[in-house]
């Protein structure tokens, strides 16, 4: 019995890591053929090796994203266009959020822009929002029945003066307002120029007043994502007006900005601190009062228990997929409730501020 539980774990992270002998680009290109064919159905599923009772209790209900089976949804960037949302719906992620997508179809950065950094459990990438525009993945979405929350992640177009970013959201506002779960304000990716120069108090209000104006019903399913790199000062000052302005919540945090060994934003265990110092940095400000998702390098249970911990309602994970393989949801699921049980607790949602408690 061990034998075929061990063989069956070996086969799903087999898979994962033979899509690692190909250049980072071209194995997420293959991965997300597989998904989009929902060839996952077919690889056997992990046991739950840890031996872990399963009586515990993992659903989140979230103001603004909707009702979770577990904590651990797919980060924006990997199934920009909606292609595969039903193979990711099979490897059990519990919500998925789409984009970054803008209002033109736009091909990003030349190639090769998205690298892996082994022995750091990392990635760097400089993307750039290759995605296929609003229009085309407006229509997937919807013609994507599942039973999970789906957000939508907009960006702004790389043509799209900073000056007129504000009208590149709105669009994205107005295209997708009676579709998906939640939407996010991307104002943090660091492959598109200008980009982060919005995220400042000034653009904050004048998104929020804007949308009062034109969609007012959306503001409470609305998400801002940060990056990490912001200095303390300006980060609480952010925090302080999303409070103000009512904000469904935060995603924190985006990649990390470098310049070394290849410039672009890095994704993974290395971005774990800093992410999760920033919903340490976020929480002084609100105390609890904005629901915030944990994205930055949660790459086992254990970080995920530390996301919860530091504030997060749930976590969203990219670089885990890459490394973890086809099964990391369910690996991690398994980790986490062991995380659990070592600090007596038997309900997720229990675990969330309790760095700040304990
Ligand atoms: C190749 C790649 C592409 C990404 N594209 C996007 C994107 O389009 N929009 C976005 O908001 N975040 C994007 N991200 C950031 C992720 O959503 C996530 O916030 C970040 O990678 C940290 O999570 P991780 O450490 O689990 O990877 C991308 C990340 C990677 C590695």
Known sequence: MRLKLNVKRILGDLAG?????????????????????????FLPRPADTLEVPHDLDLHMRIPGLGDLVHPIGLAAGFDKNAIALRGF???????LEVGTVTPLAQPGN???RMFRSRSEYSLINRMGFNNDGH?????RVEGSPLRIPVGVNLGKNKQTLTEHAISDYLKGLIHFKNLGSYIVINISSPNTPGLR????????????SEIEMQVPELLKKIWIKLDPDLPRKEFIALIETITEERFAGLILSNTHRVTWPEAGGMSGHILSHLSSERLTWAYEVHRGALPMIGSGGVMSGIDVFHKLARGASAVQIYTALVYRGPWAVLHMLEEFKAEMLLH???????VVGCHYRD
């Open 344 to 350: 007596g607790y038997t309900r997720a949602s229990d």
């Open 135 to 139: 229009r085309a993945v407006y229509d």
């Open 110 to 112: 030349p190639k090769p």
């Open 89 to 95: 719906e099979d490897l059990q992620f519990s919500f």
């Open 197 to 208: 120069e919005l995220a400042n108090p000034e653009f904050i209000r004048r998104l929020k």
């Open 17 to 41: 890591a033979s899509l690692r002998v190909f250049p980072a680009e071209t194995a997420h290109d293959l991965g997300m053929f597989l998904l989009k064919h929902r060839l996952a159905r």
